[in-house]
């Protein structure tokens, strides 16, 4: 208790000042002072008609959200509001709660690989790194070009070397891409191999699963599972944005 307590204090003092949404509601400040006086179901429902109405994503708001639920016994909820934190915030010690959780649940999709863990300040910084490639191309570019229309000689290494950097550059950035997850939402929901009711049957998955999000067909989720492809009913999985 005294950890979980110690994981959500610190994930508020350390995102107090990111805010995603600017301006506190009415709502807000009152869910605020019902969570600091302990009364943690009233305050949920308030930060709930917040982010519903108002699409308020302020990451003192999911911290509280998911610690109500965690509180409560409602882990795949808590581990929604987290994801949701994660996607907009990414941070090593959000990242950390959500391992605990699922290892503690037996869930599945929350990996602890060396990768992972390399992935998360770079897309922490996705937009800034896509902004610098972006403005270096440009530059890169112009000179080339204004070089070329002065009838100035290039030398053609230039042009292999700046062609490199846009390959390299897009694919990097490709890889980086923030992934689009959801989380499972009802228990023993079926994963199938096709987009049909009639497809062979793969397995079940757990509320709280997390499975990343390749498409939709009609009314499939296309999702990666184990490393293969699955299906799942879109009713069956709450995709995170």
Request: glycine share 6%; net charge positive.
């Amino acid at each position: 208790m005294l950890k979980k307590t110690h994981f959500f204090l610190f994930l508020g003092l350390f995102f107090c000042q990111t805010v995603l949404a600017q301006n506190d509601s009415k709502a807000l400040v009152k869910a605020d002072s019902l969570f600091e006086a302990g009364a943690l179901l009233p305050a949920y429902k308030l930060y709930r008609q917040t982010l519903r109405q108002e699409h308020q994503h302020s990451a003192r708001l999911l911290v509280r959200m998911a610690y109500t639920q965690e509180q409560i016994g409602h882990y795949p909820a808590a581990l929604y509001y987290l994801n949701v934190l994660q996607t907009h915030a990414p941070s090593q010690a959000t990242w950390n709660k959500m391992v605990e959780l699922a290892q503690n649940n037996r869930l599945d999709g929350y990996t602890t690989s060396w990768p992972q863990r390399l992935l998360i300040p770079f897309r922490r910084y996705y937009n800034q790194l896509l902004q610098a490639a972006f403005i270096v191309a440009v530059v890169a570019g112009t000179v080339l070009l204004i070089r070329l229309l002065k009838r100035r000689r290039i030398i053609r290494e230039w042009w292999v070397l700046y062609g490199v950097y846009l390959l390299l550059a897009g694919v990097l950035l490709n890889l980086l891409r923030p992934e689009k997850v959801g989380l499972v939402c009802q228990s023993r929901a079926a994963l199938m191999s096709g987009p049909a009711a009639g497809a062979n049957w793969l397995t079940v998955a757990a509320a709280g699963d997390r499975l990343q999000v390749e498409g939709v067909q009609d009314i499939w989720y296309q999702v990666k599972w184990h490393g293969r492809t699955a299906f799942i009913r879109r009713q069956n999985l709450l995709v995170v944005e």
